[in-house]
Each structure stands twice: as structure tokens, then as C-alpha cells.
């Protein structure tokens, strides 16, 4: 089967600058994950879907993050505008059912704000 | 939330030898414990796994023991090898949340 697809794999940015990441999670997976991962950290999650529904974004800083599951298919996570601290690893992960269980992780983009 | 404390930070054992990687979580709702190996520069990968109704749960060389009244979970590697080198992530889960440790980074000498 194939597994979770993620682009752009590397992008550079200025600070202030917008940027969006775009993830194709593997087919028939309904949870969709975001996850953000500074490095020598663990991922930190940030936004969970069921379908296209929101489940959990309590870690998402709103105010320069969004994201959207349209057509409960596939996502995009969005930084507007950028800082330096948003330097890091973007991850999406899927699993097949509600909550948490195995999650496929994709390969990452890795973003960094200058 | 859930905090999600793991140690050793790094571990350095011979080939052949034991590895252990503790966890521990403070909420009791936490009820789904999987562990991760991310080699570098690659995505995370589900190496085991064990929900709050199990003990513990074992496969070939990998075991992991969850102690739900003390709030603390432990991975096993048994007879460590070269290719075991990565860092280890253990995580701690809700329906709706996922809290990840600060990783260990194992190194197996041969």
C-alpha cells in the first residue's frame, strides 16, 4: 500500500514570509495527524482530524496556524506569517480509526525560517 | 494535559547486551502507550505498542511493561544490535490527544 505522501520535502523561508504544506494521508485512513518536531525533540501534535471534522487543536497557535481536511481526504497546514521558532520538522501521520492507534507517519517537510 | 516524561536522554550499551527506556505519564485517562524509533533524517516508525487493559506484550526482541497504578511504562530490547541504534520516542494517548517524550538516543557499540 502506499504510505503518507508529504510536500514540499525541504523549504527555506524569510521570517514574516507564508508557507504551506500539503499531505495526502494513505487511502482509507480516517484520522488524519499534524505534528511539529523541533530538533532533539519528541513531535508535538497540533492538529487531529476525523474525516474533515476538527477533533483536537489545542496546541495549534491559532493565531498564525491553520489548517483544513477538505473533503476528508487530504490536508493542508499553513504558517502565516512565519517565525524564526516555526523552524522545524512538519510531520503528518494517518491511522484507520477514531482516535489513537498506529499511525503511518510521511516522510516530513522540513522548514526553515531565516 | 499530558506530560509524558522519558529517561534516559541517551544510552550507550554493547552489542548483544540489554537496553531498558523508561516512561512516565501523569494522566490516569492516558490509555494507548506506543514507542517509536526515528533514525536520522527519517519519519517515526511504530515499533510497539500497548493499551491500559495489558501488562505487558513482547515481540521477538522488543518488550514493553506498563504499570497503569504507578503511572510508568518501559521498553525492552533484548540482544541489542548495531541496526538498534536510533532514538526511541514513547508516547502517551487520549482519544483526542498524543503526548510524545524527549526521545532517547541509543547507541549500540559493536
Known amino acids: 500500500e502506499a504510505g503518507v505522501a508529504q510536500s514540499p520535502r525541504y523549504k527555506i523561508i524569510e521570517k514574516r514570509q507564508s508557507v504551506a504544506f500539503w499531505c495526502n494521508p494513505i487511502?482509507?485512513?480516517?484520522?488524519l495527524y499534524w505534528y511539529q518536531q523541533i530538533l532533539g525533540q519528541g513531535p508535538k501534535l497540533l492538529i487531529q482530524?476525523?474525516?474533515?471534522?476538527?477533533?483536537?487543536d489545542s496546541q495549534l497557535p491559532k493565531d498564525r496556524f491553520s489548517a483544513e481536511r477538505l473533503k476528508g481526504v487530504d490536508s493542508t497546514l499553513k504558517i502565516q506569517p512565519a517565525k524564526l521558532e516555526d523552524s522545524a520538522v512538519y510531520l503528518c501521520a494517518s491511522s484507520l480509526g477514531r482516535g489513537f492507534g498506529e499511525q503511518y507517519f510521511g516522510p516530513g517537510t522540513r522548514l526553515t525560517v531565516t | 494535559g499530558e506530560n509524558v516524561e522519558q529517561h534516559p536522554s541517551t544510552l550507550s550499551v554493547q552489542e548483544g547486551d540489554s537496553a531498558v527506556i523508561k516512561c512516565t505519564y501523569s494522566d490516569s485517562a492516558s490509555n494507548y502507550f506506543p514507542w517509536y524509533k526515528q533514525e536520522l533524517g527519517k519519519r517515526p516508525q511504530l515499533i510497539i505498542d500497548i493499551r491500559s487493559n495489558v501488562g505487558e506484550k513482547k515481540d521477538q526482541r522488543i518488550a514493553v511493561t506498563l504499570n497503569k497504578t504507578a503511572k510508568h511504562f518501559s521498553l525492552h530490547i533484548t540482544e541489542t544490535q548495531p541496526e538498534d541504534s536510533a532514538v526511541y520516542f514513547c508516547a502517551a494517548s487520549q482519544p483526542r490527544d498524543m503526548r510524545f517524550g524527549a526521545g532517547t538516543r541509543l547507541t549500540v557499540k559493536p
Open positions: 487511502s482509507g485512513h480516517a484520522t
Open positions: 482530524f476525523q474525516n474533515n471534522g476538527v477533533v483536537d
